[in-house]
């Protein structure tokens, strides 16, 4: 009665009504769990948590090991650039301790009304015996013999020697140094003279005279070395003997010679 | 050129705080060595070469270390007949003995007084046994380099023959 063909045409249009009716009913219970699915799970899931596993460890292997040359490389690299900045961060240190030197240089150089000329110590006295230093700034910039040598704090001393570029400076804690000077709050007049390091004596300080530790010691201009009102220490220790015209005064000079880095030459 | 870089390292790294109490005047062994091993007018004229260097240098009396280092030499020298100068204890002795009587020549020209005395005194007694215990190694590692130096100037002497032979 139906040709061949026509049956097989009758066929298809029954399995795609079937599949449309069939995906309309589940479509109306999504997401069934059924006793299929759980088999299917149990059959399969172990295996992807192999395969996934398994992965993950390669993963693993590569980036803790295989890939530690890379990380080798790159914490050699960070330590190159931490060492960079640490050297960087140490410039930069010195550059704001000088800069903070330097100012204090400036402030002192408007305070005294001279012209004066910046150097920078470059060498010291072979022994300890003596103190002296070498500056770096000689005839060629104007520097001659008496020239009076300050710092920051006060008197360093004056130029003994200059050469064309360099010149030697005798600091007032050597023995053989001598400074006019006077007690700023009393006006008491003695000669500083260097004895240690660490302390000058004050000379010719007569007994009546009104002193007190930590008075200021400045020098008095009457040398002729140095100009009057400069700082030299401040007085340390009085001592009055029970015989004698003078007390026995010792001064802490307020420059710190052990760390003496740039000096201004007095050039008038 | 070993004296002038004594010379240099003493006036800058060596007069650090750290270094000071310690160091000695290099030189004095140099001086001892130069004693020791020149010929009697080469080595004073290089030992007055050296004391005039230090002279300049210093803040002293000119003339101090002139006259010190002199008189080392000679002093070295005359002992010298009289001992065995490879002794590593003599060599000991002898420059702790010239380094203790530098710093005795140095407090008498600057009139210590007490307080100077008793800031130089551990300094002193430091540098002279520091001194005394690396003076012999200072001395062998100049005779070291007082042979390499020949060697090279008598090699060198031989090529130059040779090339004008040929």
Redesign the interface.
């Known amino acids: 009665m139906f040709s061949k063909r026509l049956a097989r045409i009758l066929c298809v249009i029954l399995f795609v009504l079937i599949n449309i009716a069939l995906l309309s009913i589940s479509a109306k219970h999504p997401h069934r769990y059924t006793i299929v699915d759980r088999v299917v799970m149990a059959g399969i899931v172990p295996f992807q948590e192999g395969v996934t596993r398994t992965m993950h460890f390669c993963e693993s292997m590569w980036h803790h090991y295989f890939y530690l040359v890379a990380v080798r490389e790159e914490c050699d690299r960070l330590k190159g650039m931490l060492a960079g900045a640490q050297m960087e961060k140490s410039r930069y240190l010195e550059s704001e301790l000088a800069c903070q030197r330097l100012r204090k240089l400036l402030e002192m150089k408007s305070e005294v009304p001279h012209r004066m000329l910046p150097a920078r110590v470059v060498?010291?006295?072979?022994?300890?015996?003596?103190?002296?230093v070498?500056i770096n700034k000689g005839t060629g910039d104007g520097v001659s013999n008496g020239m009076a040598v300050i710092a920051s704090g006060g008197i360093v001393g004056r130029v003994?020697g200059a050469s064309g570029r360099y010149a030697?400076v005798?600091l007032i804690i050597?023995?053989?140094s001598a400074i006019d000077a006077l007690v700023q709050r009393t006006r008491s007049r003695g000669i500083v003279e260097g004895?240690?390091?660490?302390?000058c004596r004050f000379k010719y300080i007569v007994r009546k005279a009104d002193i007190k530790i930590e008075d200021t010691v400045i020098s008095s201009g009457l040398d002729g070395l140095f100009p009057k009102g400069l700082r030299v220490g401040a007085i340390s220790e009085i001592s009055r003997p029970s015989s004698g015209l003078f007390q026995e005064v010792k001064v802490r000079p307020f420059v710190d010679f052990?760390r003496l880095e740039e000096v201004l030459v007095i050039l008038e | 050129m070993v004296g002038l870089s004594a010379v240099v390292a003493q006036t800058t790294i060596l007069r650090i705080p750290l270094f000071h109490a310690v160091f000695y005047d290099l030189l004095i062994p140099l001086v001892v060595f130069l004693s020791l091993n020149l010929p009697d007018k080469k080595g004073v004229l290089v030992v007055l070469i050296l004391g005039l260097i230090m002279d300049l240098l210093s803040g002293g009396i000119f003339g101090l270390y002139l006259s010190i280092y002199f008189w080392i030499f000679l002093w070295v020298k005359s002992v010298s007949k009289y001992f065995d100068v490879c002794d590593t204890i003599f060599q000991s002795v002898l420059i702790g003995v010239c380094v203790f009587g530098q710093h005795i020549i140095f407090c008498i020209s600057v009139a210590a007084p007490y307080q100077l005395l008793a800031a130089q005194t551990g300094s002193v007694l430091l540098q002279t046994v520091f001194a005394a215990l690396t003076g012999p190694g200072i001395l062998m590692l100049l005779g070291r380099l007082q042979t390499r130096f020949e060697t090279h100037s008598s090699g060198t002497e031989r090529e130059i023959g040779n090339y004008v032979i040929r």
């Not at chain 1, 060498?123 to 002296?132: H, N, Q």
């Not at chain 1, 004895?195 to 302390?199: P, Q, V």
């Open positions: 060498g010291l006295d072979p022994s300890g015996w003596f103190k002296t070498f003994i030697k005798l050597d023995r053989s004895e240690t390091s660490e302390s052990t």
